[in-house]
């Protein structure tokens, strides 16, 4: 590996990051090794440092890096949305993965931007406990982001029948945040004729259409009113969505851009960097390591960008 990409790399970084020049040095050359070896193991990172030191003392200095350095996510946040020019409002997906390290369990809650182009890890919460997030983990997410971007940025929030709840929505819609959540079909909905329904009863009369149908409803638990928009897909199965937004058909077509977090964690993973290759568990370093592959992936497009244009 050329030691003046890293050099170069290292440089772009500094005016950011509050770290000595060797960790800088160490940060660019492990942003450099996951797009060049694709993989998270810091065995095989240890190979792409230049020079003549031996892998052994590589692999301790990589080791010491994540023993030392914890690297702020909302100042990654922030570099990222400005290496990527993603200045306009934006599309936001909320999902969830996890996996094993031995009998442990990794379970992270994702916060992701998502473009024609791109599809980036933003911000995140490690979760204690396998399964679900609460209502309150998801809010106090939201309420990081908010606070260094604004209601304003946010185009739109997409997410899957995981992260439904009268106590959410309402979290939402008080903070200005336009969304659009897949529902379940089972789910009880009043309508403005007071009429309290299943989706699935109101849908079992309806022609396949491509054409979305659109409700006026609330929870049950719920003091504010919400678009139902739902859609018969190729399958025969019906995507139905709850909105706030002011053009719910509009939403509607929009959330099919929610699958983009589903590739980005294709990419993290198995189809691109390997990120299950870990073997750390300490929920502070594995946020180091997601700061990590954001940077990584966010300096692959930019290059991208650059060398192949729009």
Excluded at 57 to 66: C, T, V
Aim: charged share 20%; net charge positive.
């Amino acid at each position: 590996m050329s030691s003046g990409l890293h050099t170069a790399l290292a440089a772009t970084l500094a005016p950011h990051f509050d770290l000595s020049k060797s960790r800088l040095a160490t940060l660019a050359i492990m942003i450099i090794g996951l797009a060049n070896g694709r993989t998270v193991n810091l065995t095989h990172i240890a190979s792409q440092f230049p020079g003549a030191a031996k892998h052994s003392s590589n692999y301790r200095r990589l080791q010491r890096f994540f023993q030392h350095v914890r690297l702020d996510q909302d100042l990654v946040a922030q570099i990222v949305v400005r290496m990527l020019n993603l200045s306009r409002p934006k599309l936001l997906a909320l999902d969830r993965t996890n996996w094993k390290v031995g009998g442990k369990d990794v379970n992270i809650l994702m916060l992701a931007i998502v473009t024609r182009r791109f599809r980036v890890p933003l911000m995140w919460t490690l979760l204690d406990h396998r399964g679900n997030s609460s209502t309150q983990q998801r809010m106090a997410l939201l309420r990081r982001y908010l606070a260094l971007f604004g209601a304003s940025s946010i185009r739109l929030l997409l997410a899957d029948r995981e992260f439904i709840g009268a106590e959410w929505m309402s979290f939402l819609n008080k903070n200005n945040i336009p969304f659009a959540i897949r529902i379940k079909a089972g789910m009880r909905f009043e309508l403005d004729n007071g009429g309290t329904w299943t989706l699935k009863t109101l849908l079992r009369n309806k022609r396949a259409r491509t054409r979305a149908i659109i409700w006026k409803a609330r929870l049950p638990d719920m003091d504010m009113r919400l678009a139902i928009a739902a859609k018969r897909l190729k399958s025969g199965e019906w995507l139905i969505i709850a909105t706030n937004s002011d053009n719910p058909g509009q939403a509607l077509n929009a959330y099919r851009k929610r699958w983009a977090i589903e590739c980005l964690f294709g990419d993290a993973k198995t189809r691109g960097l390997n990120m299950e290759d870990t073997r750390i568990t300490d929920p502070r370093k594995i946020s180091s390591l997601l700061a990590i592959i954001s940077l990584a992936i966010t300096w692959a497009y930019r290059c991208a960008s650059q060398t192949m244009g729009r």
